[in-house]
């Protein structure tokens, strides 16, 4: 009789144990789904507050529970085509020799100057001594900039150099292209920056694009006036330059990829006799001038082979 009550006891106590790591197993796996999701709602999301603030953010995460859903919801706007932002994924093995320095993470707030429309500027610096008040916009491919900053930084209409078609409110419009040492918005710098000269613009120094702010988490506070602009990596994962490995590969395979592209692209308008066909190959060569300079970027720095 004991017997029997022992052996009852023992299989409750097995079957409430298998329970209890189901229910552990269900959670989990809740927790790994969530998580996912998240990482996979990649884009710039938008949100109005109580007080009608609108607040701008590239992490889901941050946007408040009630604003999720219902007639409260978010606005996801899809980053623009041809933009090489680079998305922090866990780090292969990297032997430890070949270790760069560990990233504190370091966030900068830029201040926004309002102009009609809802728009603002942001002040930054070219090349290290050309100051401009650019025009952010997170829907340009590039930083795009008014002749006039062109010519203080020496650039200048040659006829036979790189050039792209971009999309204006005026129609297609082919724009030369030339690649900043150094972009710096307060203490943030960026280097080897892709831009467009644009004749059409007037009134302003240009446009703060996605060259310059892909390089970046970034936050926009219309509320406190406020740019906010983070490194892409992980605290504690291993950088080159304040890089990860990720951002290095992303960016060869953009520049690669770019090189491979309007190549292609020269060859068709060259078969039709397209006045720009020498143009398209002039900007092939820029994509391939700046693939060599971060290679030589990445040799000084240290950055491992597989991140090449």
Same mark, same amino acid.
């Given at each position: 009789?004991?017997?029997?009550?022992?052996?009852?006891?023992?299989?409750?106590?097995?079957?409430?144990?298998?329970?209890?790591?189901?229910?552990?197993?269900?959670?989990?796996?809740?927790?790994?789904?969530?998580?996912? %999701?998240?990482?996979?709602?990649?884009?710039?999301?938008?949100?109005?507050?109580?007080?009608? &603030?609108?607040?701008?953010?590239?992490?889901?995460?941050?946007?408040?529970?009630?604003?999720?859903?219902?007639?409260?919801?978010?606005?996801?706007?899809?980053? &623009?085509?041809? %933009?090489?932002?680079? %998305?922090?994924?866990?780090?292969?093995?990297?032997?430890?020799?070949?270790?760069?320095?560990?990233?504190?993470?370091?966030?900068?707030?830029?201040?926004?100057?309002?102009?009609?429309?809802?728009?603002?500027?942001?002040?930054?610096?070219?090349?290290?001594?050309?100051?401009?008040?650019?025009?952010?916009?997170?829907?340009?491919?590039?930083?795009?900039?008014?002749?006039?900053?062109?010519?203080?930084?020496?650039?200048?209409?040659?006829?036979?150099?790189?050039?792209?078609?971009?999309?204006?409110?005026?129609?297609?419009?082919?724009?030369?292209?030339?690649?900043?040492? %150094?972009?710096? &918005?307060?203490?943030?710098?960026?280097?080897?920056?892709?831009?467009?000269?644009?004749?059409?613009?007037?009134?302003?120094?240009?446009?703060?694009?996605?060259?310059?702010?892909?390089?970046?988490?970034?936050?926009?506070?219309?509320?406190?006036?406020?740019?906010?602009?983070?490194?892409?990596?992980?605290?504690?994962?291993?950088?080159?330059?304040?890089?990860?490995?990720?951002?290095?590969?992303?960016?060869?395979?953009?520049?690669?990829?770019?090189?491979?592209?309007?190549?292609?692209?020269?060859?068709?308008?060259?078969?039709?006799?397209?006045?720009?066909?020498?143009?398209?190959?002039?900007?092939?060569?820029?994509?391939?001038?700046?693939?060599?300079?971060?290679?030589?970027?990445?040799?000084?720095?240290?950055?491992?082979?597989?991140?090449?």
């Amino acid at each position: 009789m004991e017997s029997g009550l022992a052996k009852s006891m023992s299989a409750r106590s097995k079957l409430n144990r298998a329970g209890v790591g189901l229910a552990g197993l269900t959670v989990v796996t809740l927790l790994l789904l969530c998580y996912f %999701t998240l990482q996979s709602e990649a884009g710039i999301f938008s949100y109005k507050d109580d007080k009608g &603030a609108i607040h701008f953010t590239d992490d889901m995460s941050k946007i408040p529970e009630e604003f999720r859903g219902g007639e409260k919801s978010f606005r996801k706007y899809e980053e &623009a085509r041809g %933009t090489h932002r680079a %998305t922090p994924s866990p780090p292969p093995y990297i032997p430890l020799e070949n270790l760069g320095s560990f990233s504190n993470i370091e966030e900068v707030q830029v201040p926004l100057i309002p102009v009609s429309g809802g728009n603002f500027l942001v002040d930054v610096l070219l090349n290290g001594r050309v100051k401009a008040r650019l025009m952010l916009d997170t829907g340009a491919s590039f930083v795009t900039l008014s002749e006039e900053i062109g010519q203080k930084l020496g650039v200048f209409n040659s006829g036979a150099h790189a050039e792209m078609p971009f999309n204006t409110a005026g129609g297609e419009e082919w724009m030369q292209l030339v690649a900043l040492q %150094t972009v710096g &918005a307060g203490k943030a710098q960026s280097q080897l920056v892709e831009a467009s000269i644009a004749k059409h613009i007037k009134d302003i120094d240009g446009l703060l694009g996605m060259s310059f702010l892909g390089d970046y988490r970034f936050e926009i506070d219309r509320t406190s006036k406020l740019l906010t602009l983070k490194p892409p990596n992980k605290k504690g994962e291993p950088t080159w330059e304040g890089k990860s490995g990720n951002w290095w590969k992303s960016r060869f395979e953009y520049y690669d990829s770019s090189v491979r592209n309007f190549v292609s692209r020269a060859k068709q308008m060259q078969r039709r006799g397209h006045q720009k066909a020498t143009n398209m190959l002039k900007t092939a060569e820029f994509y391939k001038d700046l693939r060599l300079k971060l290679e030589t970027r990445a040799m000084i720095s240290g950055v491992p082979e597989q991140f090449r």
